[in-house]
């Protein structure tokens, strides 16, 4: 079951998730240079942080900025899944039941591929 979008809701969730894409972009530029700083002061053998009571150690600084990391990857991938669905006229329909996902839905997760009962059927 094909179901389209209007060329305006279409134009508006586009401009949304680029909107998404910049910020992640933003997020994950940041932290890849964070992480370049971590790394860099992991290699230092003089800096023992791991004795600090004062502060987060580099392991746990390495361990939190590459979640963050991950996290801004997969937010990317997603973006970049739902503007292609956008180019490819499937946005907005379910790819599990084939049924049109409710613009509701969209609005608030924007990258969602699943209608809202397929989606609470997967958790």
Same mark, same amino acid.
């Given at each position: 079951?094909?179901?389209?979008?209007?060329?305006?809701?279409?134009?508006?969730?586009?401009?949304?998730?680029?909107?998404?894409?910049?910020?992640?972009?933003?997020?994950?530029?940041?932290?890849?240079?964070?992480?370049?700083?971590?790394?860099?002061?992991?290699?230092?053998?003089?800096?023992?942080?791991?004795?600090? $009571?004062?502060? $987060?150690?580099?392991?746990?600084?390495?361990?939190?900025?590459?979640?963050?990391?991950?996290?801004?990857?997969?937010?990317?991938?997603?973006?970049?899944?739902?503007?292609?669905?956008?180019?490819?006229?499937?946005?907005?329909?379910?790819?599990?039941?084939?049924?049109?996902?409710?613009?509701?839905?969209?609005?608030?997760? $924007?990258?969602?591929?699943?209608?809202?009962?397929?989606?609470?059927?997967?958790?």
């Amino acid at each position: 079951m094909t179901v389209t979008m209007t060329p305006a809701q279409l134009e508006r969730f586009q401009a949304k998730l680029l909107r998404e894409r910049a910020d992640a972009e933003e997020r994950f530029a940041e932290f890849a240079d964070a992480m370049s700083e971590v790394r860099a002061a992991r290699s230092d053998a003089s800096a023992d942080d791991e004795h600090d $009571p004062e502060g $987060p150690t580099m392991t746990q600084e390495w361990s939190q900025r590459t979640a963050v990391l991950a996290d801004a990857r997969a937010e990317l991938a997603e973006v970049d899944r739902a503007l292609a669905r956008i180019a490819d006229g499937s946005y907005g329909v379910c790819a599990n039941c084939g049924k049109r996902i409710a613009v509701a839905r969209l609005d608030a997760r $924007p990258t969602a591929e699943l209608c809202i009962d397929c989606a609470r059927l997967q958790r």
